[in-house]
């Protein structure tokens, strides 16, 4: 149980292009969804908190504008790199939580961009 | 500001051998935190978890040792193995529905056969 899929799992654009990409919880029910952002050889940056419903709460430095996160369902998120630029080719990662369950987070396997 | 920190950016160990992960941490505050497993090209992985009302955790193969006293976290894996080579770091959070999970730096550990 638990798990939390991306998709896409690696994508390439080109440079002032929009990425969407998915984070759903396959088997339970994600109240809370976070989206994380990790350059190479760096740890986990947070970079929004999204509860279902509610408009996403970002980390100081993170654009919202730019990274657009939608939370519609209880299932779903989806963050949206608008006018993709080669300085936002990273690792976004996603990670879920339950109601109830706040000790509790369950990271997705990742989506690799790369914008030329 | 607070941070999560880690002492050693690499670790090479030999097969068989135990590994030591150290981890310090800064938010005195914080009352949880995990230890995760992070291979390339992969999300982070559940390794093993504390509470602060414990300074001892075991699971299988590993273990974690928590010291208030001093902000230090350790992670031990017993008898190494070529499978255990990734990145590991350690997080830490406070408990309650609006908290944030703020992880370490990652150490890499590689395992020679």
């Known amino acids: 149980g638990a798990v939390v899929s991306q998709h896409p799992s690696r994508v390439i654009c080109k440079s002032g292009t929009s990425v969407k990409i998915e984070c759903r919880s396959l088997?339970?029910?994600?109240?809370?969804m976070f989206w994380y952002r990790q350059f190479p050889k760096q740890s986990l940056m947070l970079m929004a908190t999204s509860n279902e419903g509610s408009k996403a709460t970002y980390e100081q430095g993170v654009e919202k504008d730019k990274f657009l996160i939608n939370h519609a369902s209880l299932t779903l998120s989806t963050l949206t790199v608008t006018s993709a630029h080669p300085e936002d080719s990273s690792f976004y990662i996603c990670?879920?939580?339950?109601?109830?369950?706040?000790?509790?987070?369950?990271f997705g396997p990742g989506t690799r961009l790369t914008v030329l | 500001g607070e941070s999560v920190g880690l002492h050693l950016p690499t670790l090479s160990v030999q097969e068989g051998d135990n590994s030591i992960i150290n981890c310090a941490y800064s938010?005195?505050?914080?009352?949880?935190f995990i230890w995760y497993k992070q291979e390339s090209g992969k999300g982070p992985q559940f390794i093993i978890d504390i509470r602060s009302n414990m300074d001892k955790r075991q699971g299988q193969r590993v273990t974690v040792l928590l010291n208030k006293t001093v902000k230090h976290l350790s992670l031990q894996i017993a008898a190494t193995q070529p499978g255990d080579s990734a990145v590991y770091f350690c997080?830490?959070?406070?408990?309650?529905?609006?908290?944030?999970?703020?992880f370490g730096k990652g150490i890499t550990l590689s395992v020679r056969p």
């Open positions: 997080a830490e959070k406070v408990s309650g529905a609006n908290s944030k999970l703020t």
């Open positions: 990670s879920a939580r339950e109601a109830g369950r706040s000790n509790e987070q369950f």
């Open positions: 938010n005195s505050a914080s009352d949880y």
């Open positions: 088997d339970f029910q994600a109240t809370t």
